[in-house]
């Protein structure tokens, strides 16, 4: 038996899925959007034209392996059916600021021929990334980031409760749904504690440009909670750096070290690089101040470093670490602190308005 040779996930425009999802086109990825290597987008339609999105999982993908295609192939559907009980989880738990899986299932687009299956996922569709909903060209508006980022707090708080992290906090896997704000999408690199997979045996699970120091140099603990947890709360704080700066926090400290220090080349302690990281994150963060009000700047500029501090053991609020209980990580008071950042910065901007 050979491996196959066409590419089934390209083929479905046409196809009618399980439980009567039609497949109307493909998704054309934005110009900002990563990821999707083992993954095709399509729009999909019910019998009463609600739409929706899929995710294909391309099996042919293997065919570009170094492994054996066989056990790569085996490989994607294991990392399919993962999300896929994650995100039915995340859905029964009613997490409204995760993006609600509609339907799954397989299909052989070649009926009787199991290289043609495709698994795949159905899920309510968004109007876009934030990419396509903060308007950069035009200036930053702090009030809409602050929004978007207390949102996207309050789908990590839903998933930390159910002890599941993302790793893979970035701008294009935070949702906009019109009329409802931001909801966290793609599980695709989430890792459930107590319940591994094989991207949990990776040295980082998400992308590079976003991923905390500890895991692109691989100092890293192995507690579950420290790694995942940690690694989320960094990313998050790099959105909030993003959405006020365009700048990817990881990635700007890279170009800025030294080339000896940086992570492809260095092979020193942690403690060597600390202060290195340090001067350069402090740096980068306080770029935010020119788009902030100044009347929730410092706050903005102290929660992103605390967020974003790269040593995992001072990273978080304060005062979770302080209680020496339970998760340092934990993100409820950053929750409550962007509400009322965001309703400062609405308060800032209608006092402008009303003082032209």
Known sequence: MTAPVQNFADQLVGQTLNNGWHVVRRV??????????????????????????????????????????FREMERILRAYRYERDLVQRCASKKMDRVVTVWDSGEIEVEPGNPFSLVPYLVFEMASGDVHAH??????????????????????????????????????SNVMVFEG????????????????????????????????????????GSNDWGERRLGCDAYMFGSLGLFLLTRLCLAAEIQARLPEEL???????????LLPFLRTATNEIVLKVEPHLPLEIRSQVVQ????????????????????????NPFELRRYTTLLDLLRRKAEAAVLRARTSR
């Open 28 to 69: 054309v990825r934005g110009e900002n959007a990563t990821g999707g290597a083992f993954s095709k987008p399509y729009a999909v339609t019910d019998r009463h034209g609600r739409e929706a999105f899929c995710k294909a999982f391309d099996l042919t993908a293997a065919r570009h392996s170094t492994n054996e295609v």
């Open 134 to 171: 903060l308007d950069f060209s035009a200036g930053i508006d702090a009030a809409l980031s602050m929004k978007t980022l207390h949102e996207v707090s309050v789908a990590l708080v839903q998933l930390h409760e159910q002890s599941i992290a993302h790793q893979d906090i970035k701008p």
């Open 180 to 219: 409802f704000g931001a909801k966290l999408g793609d599980l695709g690199r989430a890792s459930a504690e107590g319940s591994p997979i094989d991207h949990d045996l990776s040295r980082w699970a998400g992308d590079a440009k976003y991923t905390p120091p500890e895991l692109l140099y691989g100092w």
């Open 262 to 272: 940086r992570w492809t080349n260095f092979r020193g302690s942690s403690a060597d």
């Open 303 to 326: 929660m992103i470093r605390e967020l974003c501090d790269p040593d995992p053991n001072l990273r978080g609020h304060p005062a979770e670490r302080r209680h020496k209980r339970g």
